[in-house]
């Protein structure tokens, strides 16, 4: 049961993390009362400020609270145009499931995002996380979900920790979406349904 309960979450943080590359809804325009308000929180960055991870394999690893070992790590293929579609899958996780992320940027170059999705019998998930690294050699990111409605051993808080580095050029036999899994199983997020 724990296997399987470590398996749901992070597939639910890998698809919240596919949703950072996602463009963000463009701001609405002011209107003529907005000079005299004071200011508001940050903006939502924009694609070009999202971070984008260099193309290449990664290779991830996530540590939960209160686990006494973190999970196998995973590796990822990844070029341009499959982090464009893979924010996507993030996204929907099954179309209709979850709500745009929302992003903000901070001063010191890190970034926060929320996530929140609706995945039917599994219950329903509030995630927040905030990454910090170049995107370019490695990145870390502290996530916490708030779990509801679901299995009783995935209901309740959790905060996964994952550090990703970038491990070179993908190997010839595998493709952009490309997700190898613990034990060499692999699974392309570009073909998943509802993507």
């Known amino acids: 049961m724990r296997v399987r309960t470590w398996t749901m979450l992070a597939v639910i943080t890998a698809a919240s993390l596919a949703a950072c590359s996602k463009p963000a809804a463009p701001p609405a325009a002011p209107s003529a009362t907005a ?4 200011p508001a929180a940050p903006a939502s960055p924009t694609s070009a400020e999202v971070p984008h991870r260099k193309a290449g394999l990664w290779r991830q690893t996530m540590t939960m609270e209160g686990m006494s ?3 196998p790590a995973t590796e990822i293929c990844l070029d ?3 982090q464009a579609k893979l924010s996507m899958i993030g996204r929907g996780m099954g179309k209709g499931r979850c709500d745009p992320p929302q992003f903000a940027r ?3 170059g890190s ?7 609706d995945m039917g019998p599994d219950g329903r998930s509030v995630t927040t996380g ?15 979900t708030k779990m509801t409605g679901g299995p009783a051993a995935a209901n309740g808080d959790h905060r996964m920790t994952i550090a990703a580095e970038w ?3 993908c190997a010839p036999d595998q493709k952009p979406g490309d997700m190898i899994m613990p ?4 699974m392309n997020m570009l073909n998943r349904p509802g993507g």
Request: charged share 15%; proline share 7%.
């Open 167 to 169: 491990v070179g050029p």
């Open 106 to 108: 901070n001063p010191d």
């Open 69 to 71: 070992q973190a999970m």
């Open 80 to 82: 341009d145009a499959a």
């Open 35 to 38: 000079s005299a308000a004071p």
């Open 183 to 186: 034990g060499g199983m692999k």
């Open 130 to 144: 905030t990454f910090t690294g170049d995107f370019n050699s490695s990145y870390k990111g502290v996530i916490d």
């Open 111 to 117: 970034f926060n995002f929320t996530a929140n999705c």
